[in-house]
């Protein structure tokens, strides 16, 4: 094993010396973790912190001189009293650097220029450093015999973990977590240190700045594109991983196209959001969108009268009335016909031959030939339904702008990066258009995906998707959001409702040792919906009179109706303007009230989930059969985790009528 190194590859065009450098600290022992300077906008620095097991600390500055710039340097000192002037411009720039750190830490820290220029015999010779508390090294150090020297360099000074984060504070701004951009508890021992940011950890942040360097048309890529996948777990810090990214990426390659992709609008506005608190800005090189926003956008001007997807009430009487020409003496029910059409148009489009062979792999209901037969002929009787209104539903919209590349009656702008968060709601033939919006041979795809959360889509992998990800997939299993008692409930919810039916191989086990407490979630029991919303209502007023901030939390409900009505009665108790639903508003000082859908990628201190008595209820439908409940539990069991998950601290969910017995056992009821 070799030392860790961040980021792993050389970024940019580094000076020979500099690379030399790289190139001697990767053969260091493993119990060395290794900084290379990164921060396009600080270009005045150390080169490198060289930390060891002990946490005793290295700051090194290269330098560029030459032996005869030490000869020369050593006869001007001969000639006078002054100090000559090598190596001054390095110890400048370190002692600077070191100025800025905690005073009780500056002298605990070593602070080392290497000369890979220079032999250490005529460093000897030339002027003495000007600061006696700075070393001067020659290009002997960066030799295999050497590395047993280098643990003599570090002074025999430990600093604790809290100070080593600010060392890393200080050398890696590029990795701060800003408080308000995490709900994070605050931690008693960091205030005491006026520490009020976080950092990412170390996998967090080697996956930041893994395979930064961007190909260029001279050295393209032998394949389509370069891709890294995240898969990680609720609250491990995925979006943040891929925010900056996106502002080192922008750092370095000011005059590169970025594209930002997800599947909803209030997760595409919260990281707008976030990124302006982070950069100050929104570049315009810089492109946000939802997915089918972005194929919306890019429609050519006669698709315009098919810009109205039909509402969910309208959907269901097609279907509705698709399913009774087709399947009322069958046993499909018509949730099945709604599921298969909707998988359908997740696919890469098919006919008719190719839809009676496709394999329907995670689908829950099997369907024999003659089934597929009829079920083919029902879709098709809901598409012509639709047709005839002049109207398609929101599967459609990919389709059309899949059909439309394919005819090349449309051309999507190039990026040459395309970032996609919360990737494991996009179908495969979204990510079919999004390979046609990428630069060819010399364009990158960053992921980042919770498999765990993936109740739209289910039944794929990387792999059935083209993506040829071996060595390129990294999976973070650590929770910063949340708290042990908030993540628990989530997981054993997941586990023990699942365990049936889940069989998905990248489904991660989040790591829930050393994690902060917090309070039990909640079950608040009530008899109607009236009764839930007015609950809610009073909860939040109650917050709102004890000052606590409004925009810290935030409502999922199980429909829309449900949110409407949720918004308007906060804003006549508490004020117009006071709740918002995130998918139309950026965020501000107000509750965020939405759906369970719209939720994913959101996050708050207080959550609290509304309306989940429907989803219990759909699963008692009598209009199911054995195989479609269990699906149908398994896509509500992924949004509870989902929902539950976006709580920092505190969360409180509301039931209208008989709790279940899982909710019983894993909840607590308030105290009357």
Not at 358 to 385: H, I, P, S, T, V
Not at 416 to 441: G, H, M, N, S
Not at 637 to 650: D, E, L, N, V
Request: net charge positive; glycine share 4%; hydrophobic share 40%.
């Amino acid at each position: 094993m070799t030392a860790t190194i961040i980021p792993a590859t050389p970024v940019g065009s580094l000076p020979s010396e500099v690379l030399k450098a790289y190139r001697f600290f990767k053969s260091l022992p493993d119990d060395y973790t290794i900084w290379h300077h990164l921060t396009p906008w600080e270009r005045e620095a150390p080169d490198f912190l060289i930390v060891n097991e002990k946490r005793q600390a290295i700051l090194l500055k290269i330098s560029f001189s030459t032996s005869k710039a030490a000869r020369t340097s050593a006869q001007m000192l001969l000639m006078s009293d002054k100090q000559a002037s090598f190596g001054a411009l390095e110890e400048n720039i370190i002692n600077k650097f070191a100025e800025a750190l905690p005073a009780k830490m500056i002298n605990r820290i070593k602070r080392v220029i290497l000369f890979t220029n220079v032999p250490e015999k005529i460093l000897l010779t030339s002027p003495a450093p000007i600061q006696t508390n700075i070393a001067w090294m020659g290009q002997e150090m960066l030799t295999s015999p050497s590395q047993e020297k280098w643990q003599k360099v570090f002074l025999n000074e430990s600093l604790q973990s809290l100070e080593l984060e600010q060392l890393r504070m200080r050398f890696t701004p590029e990795s701060i977590v800003p408080a308000t951009l995490t709900v994070r508890q605050a931690d008693k021992e960091r205030q005491s240190l006026g520490i009020q940011d976080y950092l990412l950890d170390l996998q967090q942040e080697s996956i930041l700045k893994n395979d930064l360097e961007l190909p260029v048309e001279q050295n393209e890529l032998t394949k389509n594109f370069q891709i890294n996948i995240v898969n990680g777990v609720a609250g491990s810090g995925k979006s943040l991983i891929l925010l900056y990214r996106l502002q080192i990426l922008r750092s370095l390659f000011p005059h590169k196209r970025f594209l930002v992709l997800t599947h909803n609008r209030p997760l595409i506005r919260d990281l707008q959001f976030k990124y302006k608190q982070l950069s100050g800005g929104l570049p315009r090189q810089i492109t946000w969108e939802t997915f089918n926003g972005f194929c919306r956008r890019h429609w050519p001007d006669q698709e315009v009268p098919w810009l109205k997807p039909l509402g969910e009430q309208t959907r269901n009487s097609l279907i509705e009335e698709s399913w009774k020409k087709h399947f009322v003496e069958s046993n499909i029910k018509p949730e099945s016909l709604k599921s298969e059409i909707d998988w359908f148009k997740d696919q890469i489009p098919m006919n008719k031959s190719s839809y009676l062979d496709a394999e329907r792999k995670g689908r829950g209901f099997r369907l024999q030939r003659e089934q597929r037969l009829m079920m083919w002929d029902a879709m098709l009787e809901y598409q012509n339904l639709s047709y005839q209104k002049r109207t398609i539903d929101w599967g459609d919209v990919p389709r059309r702008m899949w059909d439309l590349l394919r005819k090349k009656k449309v051309a999507l702008p190039l990026y040459d990066v395309i970032l996609v968060d919360e990737a494991q709601f996009f179908a495969p033939i979204w990510f079919d258009v999004i390979r046609r919006a990428i630069r060819p041979k010399t364009g990158h795809i960053f992921i980042v995906a919770d498999p765990t959360q993936g109740f739209l889509g289910r039944g794929t992998s990387w792999k059935s998707l083209g993506f040829d990800v071996r060595g390129r997939t990294h999976r973070l299993y650590k929770s910063y959001r949340t708290t042990q008692e908030i993540l628990n409930f989530a997981t054993l919810f997941y586990r023990m409702r699942s365990v049936q039916g889940d069989t998905d191989d990248d489904i991660l086990e989040p790591d829930l040792l050393n994690m902060p407490h917090g309070a039990i979630p909640v079950l608040v029991p009530v008899r109607s919906p009236q009764d839930e919303h007015a609950s809610i209502v009073n909860n939040i007023k109650k917050l709102d009179q004890q000052g606590y901030p409004l925009k810290d939390i935030l409502v999922l409900h199980a429909d829309w109706e449900g949110t409407d009505t949720l918004i308007e009665m906060l804003n006549r108790k508490l004020g117009n303007g006071r709740a918002m639903d995130p998918k139309t508003t950026l965020p501000g000082d107000c509750v965020r009230v939405t759906t369970l859908n719209a939720g994913t990628g959101l996050e708050s201190p207080v959550v609290f989930l509304v309306g989940l008595y429907k989803l219990f209820e759909r699963e008692q439908s009598l209009r199911l059969s054995d195989n479609e409940i269990e699906k149908v539990m398994l896509e509500n069991t992924r949004k509870i985790y989902m929902a539950a998950t976006r709580a920092g601290q505190r969360l409180v969910i509301t039931y209208v009528g008989q709790i279940p017995d899982i909710l019983r056992s894993l909840l607590i009821l308030p105290r009357n």
